[in-house]
């Protein structure tokens, strides 16, 4: 597809169990990051990969968060144990990584999870 | 540290009308891109205009369009002719230039609601 793509579009998971989301960036984009979207902290970047490598991830909240990318373009997004503090709507993005307009990041629809 | 900050939780325009939305930021660098992104009902984020801090142009994309004031640290997007299409949270948004990593730094958002 054109854009960038997420699944599931929801996810309604009980406590403690794990989950995984994913990313399927826009072809040819070689950066790819993972932002969290909730009522109380607003929009907050989680990861940044560039390729398959992940240099910065100081947005991971915990060590529960974990996350990788395959063959420079999928990428998955692993809550292990989760809490409910952990539902929000997990967004994906991505750039190419050259120089002005090629570093715009494009978004995907979401995914919206729900820990009962 | 990047802050950006958006003062207007809530606004709201007639159809036809021209509406404002502020944005304000915090940094110590020279270069770094501003943005101003969409976020209907949908969830999807939608990039509406960038601009390149070392331009002294504001940039225009149709009815959109940015007063940049890079000393007063200032971006706000101006939508003239609002249609009822527009009704979205609207986000500021910042990222260096050239840095480690691209990721995004977002306000808080301003709910826009355009009345018929």
């Known amino acids: 597809g054109a854009g960038v793509s997420q699944s599931p579009s929801n996810k309604v998971t009980e406590k403690g169990k794990d989950v995984e989301l994913r990313c399927d960036p826009i072809?040819?984009?070689?950066?790819l990051y993972w932002y969290r979207q909730s009522l109380g902290q607003g929009l907050e970047f989680l990861i940044y990969?560039?390729?398959?490598?992940?240099?910065?991830k100081s947005g991971l909240p915990s060590d529960r968060f974990s996350a990788e990318r395959t063959g420079g373009s999928v990428s998955t997004l692993t809550i292990q144990r989760t809490q409910q503090e952990d539902s929000a709507v997990y967004l994906c993005?991505?750039?190419?990584?050259?120089?002005?307009?090629?570093?715009?990041?494009?978004f995907g629809p979401g995914t919206r999870l729900l820990v009962l | 540290a990047q802050t950006v900050t958006q003062s207007q939780p809530e606004m709201s325009v007639q159809e036809a009308e021209t509406v404002t939305l502020s944005c304000t930021y915090d940094?110590?660098?020279?270069?770094?891109?501003l943005f101003w992104y969409k976020q209907p009902p949908s969830r999807q984020m939608i990039l509406v205009i960038r601009?390149?801090?070392?331009?002294?142009q504001n940039a225009t994309e149709n009815r959109f369009s940015v007063n940049f004031q890079k000393a007063a640290k200032s971006f706000s997007l101006k939508i003239s002719d609002s249609q009822l299409g527009d009704t979205a949270m609207y986000f500021c948004?910042?990222?260096?230039?050239?840095?480690?990593?691209?990721?995004?730094?977002f306000g808080t958002g301003t709910l826009l609601a355009v009345q018929p």
């Open positions: 940094t110590s660098e020279n270069n770094y891109y």
């Open positions: 990969f560039q390729g398959n490598s992940a240099p910065d």
């Open positions: 072809s040819g984009h070689t950066a």
């Open positions: 601009q390149e801090a070392y331009k002294q």
């Open positions: 948004a910042f990222t260096l230039y050239g840095g480690a990593t691209n990721k995004l730094i």
């Open positions: 993005a991505s750039s190419g990584s050259g120089t002005g307009g090629d570093r715009t990041q494009y």
